[in-house]
């Protein structure tokens, strides 16, 4: 009896060990699905959504313009329900790592309720807010996730509802060891949900009424990554509702009181009567370009060179400061330091060298310890570079006395921004669109050495044209594309099939070249510009 009660459990438990091992393959598959599905429709769906924007100007009729917004439309419920597709599985897997970052929760709060809000503006809903003063205080978190929290949480308020109000509270629920206890709640006069249907919102793929789908849209993904993203920072998330009454979503997060003050950047802006002059270094003309339009807008000069050693060892080279990129084809940041401090440069006599990096890898006080005077971490907006040299020339640089900032130019498009570039060059179109045409060019010769890189599985030429290319695909928030240019930047030999790395490079040919369409689309409208 013994022997046969101990061969049980020994068949039980491999019947269970293989029935875990089945549900384990099981969520694998279900993860690699989702994430290769929400990937693969990221490429038509940005051509979509590019080419619609780029029809827009093509002096439609107003019924084709309907036509045109309709797919617009869907376009943008795919393109929401693939992001949130991403993150929903990202989350399963346990792959959604918390960033700790100063910030204000208070401007987080209106900022995203008043954003919304200008969403829904034909809807008669009169927004209110009520926050505690004690979060005006910077405090340590991850303001991504709790601002894609309250968007899921105020989006719906404001989908489920249409007439009355919706409120926003946000107060200190308690202080201990440091930490502010949150209490972020979101209440609306919408239809409610029944009591039987509450204890199953947060579930995924789930609809408080079957026909919700129908009329208000959605998918059923929203809630469920809410609770995820609040559990995930520490807190609990709750709801309280009556059908036809309206709903109170409660978030509770823990957030950490900074320490440090959040410094607001300062406007400032270079003296014309003192002149400064510097020596930048490169290798993506694009960005070149851009550096030294912004140097003639401050009304100081610019040596530019994307080949460090084409810098003459002598002769009479006169500049002040250094800025060079860390990481280049054929010498990296650290070297150029090096060489200039080696004493064989006889126009080199101490300048501040400033390092310009996209890397994350290494924190600031390594590269200070390495020698540079400072650095900038890519992109970087005008303010921000205006800050270093406030900081290495106190003298040339004076705070405005009154703020003279001109309206940034828009790009009128989602696939590009011009706010970074905007920044720094105001609304000087031409020297945009200079930057731009630049752009489009070094552009097309990466992606033709990108594509030979990838033909070869040449996977170091693969990292450096990469490279090459992020910064500038940053500076124009291309959000796209940067993420594939940032995997292929530390690709590493045998990391990717080479089925999967020309599926990637095709994925980024065809986002570049809706990109380039856009860009043209809106360079069309200036007068300096040729095709």
Same mark, same amino acid.
């Not at 992001?83 to 209106?110: C, M, P, V, W, Y």
């Not at 410094?263 to 993506?284: A, G, M, Y």
């Given at each position: 009896?013994?022997?046969?009660?101990?061969?049980?459990?020994?068949?039980?438990?491999?019947?269970?060990?293989?029935?875990?091992?089945?549900?384990?393959?099981?969520?694998?598959?279900?993860?690699?699905?989702?994430?290769?599905?929400?990937?693969?429709?990221?490429?038509?769906?940005?051509?979509?959504?590019?080419?619609?924007?780029?029809?827009?100007?093509?002096?439609? %009729? !107003?019924?084709?313009?309907?036509?045109?917004?309709?797919?617009?439309?869907?376009?943008?419920?795919?393109?929401?329900?693939?992001?949130?597709?991403?993150?929903? %599985?990202?989350?399963?897997? &346990?792959?959604?790592?918390?960033?700790?970052?100063?910030?204000?929760?208070?401007?987080?709060?209106?900022?995203?309720?008043?954003?919304?809000?200008?969403?829904?503006?034909?809807?008669?809903?009169?927004?209110?807010?009520?926050?505690?003063? #004690?979060?005006?205080?910077?405090?340590? !978190?991850?303001?991504?996730?709790?601002?894609?929290?309250?968007?899921?949480?105020?989006?719906?308020?404001?989908?489920?509802?249409?007439?009355?109000?919706?409120?926003?509270?946000?107060?200190? @629920?308690?202080?201990?060891?440091?930490?502010? #206890?949150?209490?972020?709640?979101?209440?609306?006069?919408?239809? &409610?949900?029944?009591?039987?249907?509450?204890?199953?919102?947060?579930?995924?793929?789930?609809?408080?009424?079957?026909?919700?789908?129908?009329?208000?849209?959605?998918?059923?993904?929203?809630?469920?990554?809410?609770?995820?993203?609040?559990?995930?920072?520490?807190?609990?998330?709750?709801?309280?509702?009556?059908?036809?009454?309206? $709903?109170?979503?409660?978030?509770?997060?823990?957030?950490?009181?900074?320490?440090?003050?959040?410094?607001?950047?300062?406007?400032?802006?270079?003296?014309?009567?003192?002149?400064?002059?510097?020596?930048?270094?490169?290798?993506?003309?694009?960005?070149?370009?851009?550096?030294?339009?912004?140097? #003639?807008?401050?009304?100081?000069?610019?040596?530019?060179?994307?080949?460090?050693?084409?810098?003459?060892?002598?002769?009479?080279?006169?500049?002040?400061?250094?800025?060079?990129?860390?990481?280049?084809?054929?010498?990296?940041?650290?070297?150029?330091?090096?060489?200039?401090?080696?004493?064989?440069?006889?126009?080199?006599?101490?300048?501040?060298?400033?390092?310009?990096?996209?890397?994350?890898?290494?924190?600031?006080?390594?590269? @200070?310890?390495?020698?540079?005077?400072?650095?900038?971490?890519?992109?970087?907006?005008?303010?921000?570079?205006?800050?270093?040299? =406030?900081?290495?020339?106190?003298?040339?640089?004076?705070?405005?006395?009154?703020?003279?900032?001109?309206?940034?130019?828009?790009?009128?498009?989602?696939?590009?921004?011009?706010?970074?570039?905007?920044?720094?060059? !105001?609304?000087?179109?031409?020297?945009?669109?200079?930057?731009?045409?630049?752009?489009?060019?070094?552009?097309?010769?990466?992606?033709?050495?990108?594509?030979?890189?990838?033909?070869?599985?040449?996977?170091?030429?693969?990292?450096?044209?990469?490279?090459?290319?992020?910064?500038?695909?940053?500076?124009?928030?291309?959000?796209?594309?940067?993420?594939?240019?940032?995997?292929?930047?530390?690709?590493?030999?045998?990391?990717?099939?080479?089925?999967?790395?020309?599926?990637?490079?095709?994925?980024?040919?065809?986002?570049?070249?809706?990109?380039?369409?856009?860009?043209? $689309?809106?360079?069309? =409208?200036?007068?300096?510009?040729?095709?």
């Amino acid at each position: 009896m013994i022997t046969k009660d101990y061969w049980k459990v020994q068949l039980y438990r491999q019947q269970l060990e293989k029935e875990k091992k089945f549900s384990e393959s099981l969520l694998r598959s279900r993860e690699q699905l989702i994430s290769t599905v929400s990937h693969d429709l990221r490429t038509p769906l940005n051509t979509i959504t590019g080419y619609s924007e780029l029809m827009e100007n093509t002096g439609l %009729s !107003g019924k084709q313009v309907s036509y045109l917004k309709n797919v617009k439309s869907a376009s943008k419920y795919v393109d929401s329900l693939v992001n949130d597709l991403l993150d929903f %599985s990202k989350l399963e897997a &346990g792959k959604i790592k918390i960033d700790q970052t100063i910030f204000i929760l208070s401007d987080l709060i209106r900022e995203t309720a008043e954003n919304l809000k200008e969403i829904h503006l034909t809807k008669p809903i009169e927004l209110q807010l009520k926050i505690d003063r #004690q979060l005006d205080n910077p405090v340590l !978190g991850d303001p991504f996730r709790i601002r894609q929290i309250l968007t899921n949480l105020i989006g719906n308020a404001y989908k489920f509802t249409d007439e009355g109000f919706i409120k926003v509270e946000a107060k200190v @629920i308690g202080e201990d060891n440091g930490k502010y #206890q949150t209490s972020i709640q979101v209440t609306d006069s919408g239809i &409610g949900i029944k009591k039987e249907k509450q204890e199953h919102i947060f579930k995924e793929f789930t609809q408080a009424e079957d026909h919700m789908d129908k009329k208000y849209g959605g998918y059923g993904l929203g809630l469920t990554i809410s609770k995820k993203l609040t559990e995930l920072l520490g807190g609990k998330i709750s709801l309280q509702s009556e059908e036809n009454k309206g $709903s109170t979503f409660t978030v509770e997060i823990p957030l950490e009181i900074s320490k440090k003050p959040l410094n607001s950047p300062k406007k400032i802006e270079i003296s014309p009567k003192i002149e400064l002059s510097l020596l930048i270094i490169d290798d993506d003309p694009a960005m070149l370009k851009l550096l030294k339009e912004v140097c #003639q807008h401050l009304g100081f000069s610019a040596h530019t060179y994307n080949n460090f050693y084409e810098v003459s060892k002598t002769g009479t080279l006169e500049y002040n400061m250094v800025l060079t990129d860390i990481q280049m084809p054929n010498i990296t940041g650290f070297e150029v330091l090096s060489k200039l401090q080696s004493g064989t440069y006889s126009h080199y006599a101490g300048q501040p060298i400033v390092a310009m990096t996209g890397r994350k890898d290494l924190k600031r006080q390594q590269y @200070i310890e390495a020698g540079f005077s400072d650095i900038l971490q890519k992109p970087f907006t005008k303010d921000m570079f205006l800050e270093v040299l =406030t900081n290495l020339f106190p003298q040339p640089v004076h705070e405005e006395a009154e703020s003279k900032t001109k309206p940034l130019i828009t790009s009128g498009s989602n696939l590009f921004h011009l706010g970074v570039i905007s920044s720094f060059l !105001g609304d000087d179109e031409e020297g945009i669109a200079d930057v731009l045409q630049t752009f489009i060019t070094d552009t097309k010769t990466n992606m033709e050495r990108l594509k030979k890189a990838v033909d070869d599985l040449d996977i170091k030429k693969v990292n450096v044209v990469s490279h090459r290319m992020l910064p500038m695909f940053r500076q124009l928030n291309s959000t796209e594309i940067v993420p594939i240019l940032e995997q292929m930047e530390i690709l590493e030999i045998d990391q990717w099939e080479p089925k999967v790395l020309k599926q990637a490079y095709r994925d980024l040919h065809n986002k570049c070249t809706v990109l380039i369409l856009a860009i043209k $689309s809106y360079l069309a =409208t200036s007068p300096n510009y040729s095709d």
